[in-house]
């Protein structure tokens, strides 16, 4: 996996394919890792890049991991690779990154696709904060990794991907977790999203209890000419739940945009 010092940071990141550019953006938790289906069934038409956020992966965390700082990581990575503009697509977390993304730079973004995400949590955000801390307090990053993949992937998905999301989460230290916990769900992309004038498809997971439907239709509200698409069989991360219905809903917009 290929290397770049970037904004004090070390990031690993995974590219693949041919075509204009479109940029992968993981889940809280996760790592590169996450997209490697969709890059097999993307790089014919794209040139695929899926970087680990700094403290997931085998990225660093030097200067503190928040959604503004890894979306200046993913532009500052595109940008010395000569891989600009970019179609972006963000899974969760990367969901607010794509909107913080497209806010610095619009001119380098093509279009969006925002993926099992949300604009705001409001007053839920907060407490979502203190029982993360608190629960993490009493258990090892194993256990917790555990606990997290079988609430967060359907008891149907594939075996080896609860494994992988045990791996990618058990890899990380409580500490860069909880860094990206504390800004995720404090998040406001809400402006963000108001201002954007490009494509943009949502898509939401039908099972997803983390960012249920009403997050999706919330996001969609506020981004004028954008599309809402429901995946079937999938919950949170819809990607991997189901990735043939990921990629029926995501491919079609993907081909329009692509031109």
């Known amino acids: 996996m290929p290397t770049m010092s970037v904004n004090g940071e070390t990031l690993h990141y995974r590219q693949a394919g041919s075509g204009p550019t479109l940029l992968m953006l993981h889940s809280l938790g996760t790592n590169g890792y996450l997209w490697e289906g969709q890059i097999a069934a993307l790089k014919e038409k794209f040139t695929c890049v899926a970087l680990d956020a700094r403290g997931h992966g085998r990225s660093s965390n030097r200067g503190g991991v928040t959604m503004q700082a890894i979306a200046e990581d993913a532009h500052a990575l595109l940008k010395e690779l000569g891989l600009l503009p970019a179609h972006i697509m963000g899974i969760s977390m990367g969901g607010l990154q794509c909107a913080r993304l497209h806010a610095l730079a619009p001119d380098d973004v093509l279009s969006i696709v925002y993926a099992d995400s949300f604009a705001f949590m409001g007053e ?14 009493t258990m090892t990053m194993t256990e917790f990794a555990k606990d997290y993949a079988d609430s967060t992937l359907l008891p149907a998905t594939d075996g080896a991907h609860h494994q992988a ?11 860069d977790y909880l860094d990206a916990v504390r800004s995720v769900f404090t998040e406001d992309v809400r402006d963000y999203l108001t201002g954007i004038d490009k494509p ?32 079937p069989d999938a919950a949170h991360l819809s990607n991997i ?10 491919g079609p917009f993907l081909d329009r945009v692509r031109g």
Do not use: C, Y
Request: proline share 4%; hydrophobic share 50%.
């Open 124 to 137: 839920a955000g907060p407490d979502r904060v203190k029982g993360m801390e608190a629960k993490m307090a």
């Open 165 to 175: 999301l045990i791996a990618a989460i058990t890899g990380m230290t409580k500490d």
């Open 200 to 231: 943009m498809h949502i898509v939401t997971g039908d099972q997803d209890q983390r960012t249920p439907l009403a997050a999706a239709e919330s996001v969609h509200a506020l981004v004028k000419g954008s599309t809402l698409e429901v995946i």
């Open 241 to 250: 739940d189901n990735p043939a219905g990921f990629l029926a809903a995501v």
